[in-house]
């Protein structure tokens, strides 16, 4: 299959790496054409790694996936055009960090809104599914980085979207089982309002390797 | 020991049960001295379980706990009255849920702020401890209705109250190396943050009797 991923940071290329090493062509999309970074990363994936800008990787992909910081994601969908991403499944998996002087996180939307929800408000004929962005890049593609049943969650507005998006963490290592589904694309206001409890449980565990699991 | 509880709903009353089960006195405080349900329970209760106003909880407990709606936690304490706080643990398992009229759920501090925090601001002599707000009343005073390991959270700025509170957890059935320690009272915005995440749990799995653990 041909991905389309928005952004060029360490979890747009983990993602990138991935999908490639399962046989799948990626455009590494960002701002400029010639974003060093993409390069760099199109060099070393092969054949069936592409590098281009924001519509270059949207016009590619037959899926797209949002890997930007949560605060620039719509400026950079924008970018990629609403006519590339019509009818397209489109992965979300940014959190809008802010952090301040003093290293404060906030978050930006919040509460009443998320950058989930912006982004189908936006572009209405994307079929947007927010997941993933509760874990560290590692663990998205690499579930067995952990040993035990661990979760994943998926929100978003269209069903048929949401099972394409359980079948490609599939392919990443998650068994279908281990997807919880939170609903509409209001839950993506859910998920990353756990961003601040994160950060505190990865400095009380002294890692980013760790993940939910639930006792029922 | 004596505890003075805040508040006479569901989550008040859970506790009141468990402390008076373990062997302590409570009172159970509410906004009038002759609120109905504080008097039905200290009447079951038998000779350990009071009822009062905020004020008279505050006073009778060498550690109280703040069981009141977050969102007016603060109004409650004050009535309770900082001199009647000083110097004690202060236990707070609140969350500020706001329901629109079309059951929307926002929090009201949220993001730069929380109950917590607000709290221990206003009663800095009070040593205020965040716990047990992430669970459903039953699972906070009897976690083994779950089986398996599973957490509870504590954040405040005190250490030796945090212990106290670990201690207290302990009486409740939470073995020590199940409460995990998330910093400073700033860690109850991180606590108060996952309620909408909560209730799409709660949702998913069609029960509230759930609970987190962690792989790592």
Same mark, same amino acid.
């Given at each position: ?19 490639? !090493? ?9 701002? !400029? ?60 998996? !940014? ?14 939307? $919040? ?29 998205? $593609? ?75």
């Amino acid at each position: 299959m041909r991905f389309g991923i928005i952004g060029t940071g360490g979890v747009a290329r983990t993602l990138a790496d991935k999908l490639v !090493s399962l046989g799948n062509e990626v455009t590494l999309g960002s701002r !400029s054409k010639d974003n060093e970074t993409a390069v760099a990363w199109a060099e070393q994936a092969g054949p069936n790694g592409h590098h281009g800008t924001f519509a270059d990787a949207a016009e590619f992909g037959e899926v797209v996936l949002n890997a930007t910081p949560g605060t620039v994601a719509l400026e950079a969908l924008r970018a990629a055009g609403a006519e590339r991403l019509a009818g397209k499944v489109l992965v979300d998996v !940014s959190n809008p960090l802010v952090f301040s002087a003093e290293g404060e996180l906030t978050l930006d939307p $919040v509460n009443t809104d998320s950058v989930g929800e912006r982004i189908q408000r936006e572009f209405p004929q994307a079929r947007v599914v927010k997941t993933l962005n509760t874990l560290t890049a590692p663990l998205m $593609v690499d579930p067995a980085r952990l040993a035990g049943e661990h979760n994943v969650f998926v929100a978003g507005d269209d069903a048929a979207a949401k099972a394409e998006v359980v079948a490609l963490l599939g392919t990443f290592g998650w068994p279908a089982e281990s997807v919880i589904d939170l609903g509409d694309i209001a839950g993506a206001r859910a998920l990353e309002m756990t961003m601040p409890f994160w950060i505190r449980l990865m400095k009380a565990f002294g890692t980013a390797e760790f993940n939910y699991s639930f006792r029922k």
